[in-house]
């Protein structure tokens, strides 16, 4: 969507709440992470920022915000808590995923009064160990259970990856879920991002069965080839763009939030084994602040770059002129390689500054070593496997095909377009 003025100040409103929350958040934090989840207190205080709404459709009462402003509200968070900051990312970033199922699943997601985030999906991989069987009026689903299902705690519904084969080779399914018809299980025990809850999900009985709406084959929900129903600008942006580009923007603001806790207590600190007695008056902290800049700013410069490409991309594909297929697959490739590149230069100057800051940077109570294995935590991802996504990236690049594969992160969704529709 265009920036007004309208949204502008709705986003400084909704990070000015944040800025007012972060030092709660971060008190909060040890004991989530013991918990291995945020608390409904700290769910429904971000929900009261604003937080969970910046990329909810303005239909039903969302504020819509362009990627890019959407990436400053991550980052903000963030900067307070990588927990917090993965829980808004996750809860902005999937919303294509609903918007992509079709009306009646947008209304189902986002039709009900809710507290906390609205979205959250899981196992949308070939992997995947759920089924999907068709039957008279729906589906019936099996198997799992589904990984990795962050903010599958406290949305309304979870999208679940599951494999379908109707005699024609298989294919990828997303099944929207209600929230009673799952359980979770305790098995989030995990180096960062602990309070994330990012658990296991199973469903409650053997079988679950689901009304045909609520299952949609994936490459219509990768394609964008079913009617939301949604008018806004955003529904036409390429996904991986706004989804990648605020994953960035997380490590970008934890960065940001060490370098600050780094500044605030290196002030007339010593450092051992040599003379100086005020840490920031010495020239080697010089020296690495600079490269901790060089890094953050690099992250950050490439980043909102890419967030201001995915709104312009998705202003054109409003208006009926969409960009080139093959540009799309080229830009989407380069955010993947690029934000793995965020996330690698960040988790390197949080090194440094931890490395800076003396024994207390390890204990529990200090935010920057949890700041350190939750930025490391962000490199790990699933999708950010940097040597693939480079070579990936750098086959485009020379005029030759990427490798082909199903799920979220696929490069091939635009010739798959064609596809879903002749499905």
Same mark, same amino acid.
């Given at each position: 969507m265009a920036v007004t003025e309208d949204n502008t100040e709705r986003l400084a409103t909704i990070l000015g709440k944040v800025r007012?929350?972060?030092?709660?958040?971060?008190?909060?934090?040890?004991?989530?992470?013991?918990? @291995?989840?945020?608390?409904?207190?700290?769910?429904?205080d971000l929900d009261a920022t604003g937080a969970f709404t910046i990329g909810s459709p303005a239909e039903y009462g969302g504020d819509e915000l362009s990627v890019?402003?959407?990436?400053?509200?991550?980052?903000e968070v963030a900067h307070w808590d990588g927990s917090c900051g993965w829980s808004v990312w996750v809860g902005a970033s999937t919303n294509w995923i609903p918007a992509g199922s079709g009306a009646r699943v947008v209304d189902d997601v986002y039709g009900c009064p809710w507290v906390g985030p609205r979205v959250a999906g899981s196992s949308h991989f070939?992997?995947?160990?759920?089924r999907a069987k068709r039957v008279e009026g729906g589906w019936v689903i099996s198997g799992g259970p589904w990984t990795f299902g962050s903010d599958s705690l406290w949305a309304p519904y979870t999208n679940l990856g599951c494999i379908a084969d109707d005699g024609a080779g298989s294919y990828l399914v997303g099944v929207q879920v209600p929230r009673d018809a799952l359980r979770f299980l305790d098995?989030?025990?995990?180096?960062?991002?602990?309070?994330?809850?990012?658990?296991?999900?199973?469903? /409650?009985?053997?079988?679950?069965?689901?009304?045909? &709406?609520? @299952?949609?084959?994936?490459r219509h929900v990768v394609g964008g080839t079913l009617d939301s129903g949604l008018k806004g600008a955003l529904w036409k942006a390429p996904s991986l763009g706004w989804a990648?580009?605020?994953?960035?923007?997380?490590?970008?603001?934890?960065?940001?939030?060490?370098?600050?806790?780094?500044?605030?207590?290196?002030?007339?600190?010593?450092?051992? @084994?040599?003379? &100086? /007695?005020?840490?920031?008056?010495?020239?080697?902290?010089?020296?690495?602040?600079?490269?901790?800049?060089? /890094?953050i700013q690099s992250a950050t410069l490439m980043t909102r770059a890419n967030a201001e490409e995915t709104d312009r991309l998705g202003a054109l594909a409003a208006a009926g002129t969409p960009a080139d297929p093959e540009y799309l697959q080229l830009f989407s490739a380069r955010v993947l390689a690029e934000t793995a590149y965020a996330a690698k230069w960040c988790a390197e100057a949080i090194e440094l500054l931890q490395r800076n800051s003396g024994s207390?940077?390890?204990?529990?109570?200090?935010?920057?070593?949890?700041?350190?294995?939750?930025?490391?935590?962000?490199?790990?991802?699933?999708?950010?496997?940097?040597?693939?996504?480079s070579e990936n990236y750098g086959r485009l690049t020379a005029g030759a095909e990427p490798h082909k594969f199903d799920g979220i992160t696929t490069l091939d969704r635009f010739a798959l377009v064609a596809v879903a529709k002749a499905g």
């Open positions: 007012e929350l972060g030092p709660t958040l971060r008190e909060r934090a040890p004991d989530a992470e013991r918990a @291995g989840r945020l608390s409904d207190e700290t769910i429904a890019r402003q959407q990436l400053d509200v991550v980052s070939p992997a995947s160990r759920g098995d989030w025990h995990v180096a960062g991002m602990r309070a994330t809850g990012s658990v296991s999900i199973a469903i /409650k009985e053997d079988e679950l069965f689901v009304p045909d &709406y609520r @299952g949609v084959d994936f990648f580009s605020l994953m960035a923007g997380m490590s970008i603001g934890i960065a940001h939030g060490v370098l600050e806790r780094f500044l605030e207590c290196s002030a007339g600190r010593p450092i051992r @084994g040599t003379t &100086y /007695k005020n840490q920031l008056e010495a020239p080697l902290t010089h020296l690495m602040l600079t490269e901790v800049h060089a /890094k207390t940077a390890i204990m529990d109570f200090e935010p920057i070593q949890r700041a350190w294995r939750d930025a490391r935590v962000i490199t790990l991802h699933g999708a950010l496997n940097l040597e693939a996504l």
